[in-house]
Nanobody, 132 residues
Framework: EVQPVESGGGSVQAGGSLTLSCVVDRYNYRSNSIAWFYQRPGKEREGVASITVGGGDTAYADSVKGRFTISQDNVGIRVTVYLHMTDLKPEDTGLYYC???????????????????????WGQGTQVTVSS
């Protein structure tokens, strides 16, 4: 079974940086998109960034464009996806989840997607806290 495992959360001051990692073992073609979502207390889970495995197409939430970068490193059936976060703001505070699921097929290629219903496998989450 595909099981994402996150790491790298922590506490930083506003303006600081963090890099989250997500390892997905037993990657298969049915889970060709890896994404980061986050959830704040009392709020619904929101998409942050996603990337197609191997293809490298990316998608970002408007609130993180220019500040966050998603990237991947693939070795065999192990996929590692990184979320490099810079210029962090207090509103970035939350529990960050990594998820594996299906990309969107359009225009003859796979496209990254931030729709949570496309993701079947979820990690346990890693906490990011940004203080002002």
């Amino acid at each position: 079974e595909v099981q994402p495992v996150e790491s790298g959360g922590g506490s930083v001051q506003a303006g600081g940086s963090l890099t989250l990692s997500c390892v997905v073992d037993r990657y298969n073609y049915r889970s060709n998109s890896i994404a980061w979502f986050y959830q704040r207390p009392g709020k619904e889970r929101e998409g942050v960034a996603s990337i197609t495995v191997g293809g490298g197409d990316t998608a970002y939430a408007d609130s993180v464009k220019g500040r966050f970068t998603i990237s991947q490193d693939n070795v065999g059936i192990r996929v590692t996806v990184y979320l490099h976060m810079t210029d962090l703001k207090p509103e970035d505070t939350g529990l960050y989840y990594c998820a594996a699921g299906r990309a969107r097929w359009a225009g003859g290629r796979w496209l990254a997607i931030l729709l949570s219903s496309n993701y079947d496998f979820w990690g346990q989450g890693t906490q990011v806290t940004v203080s002002s």
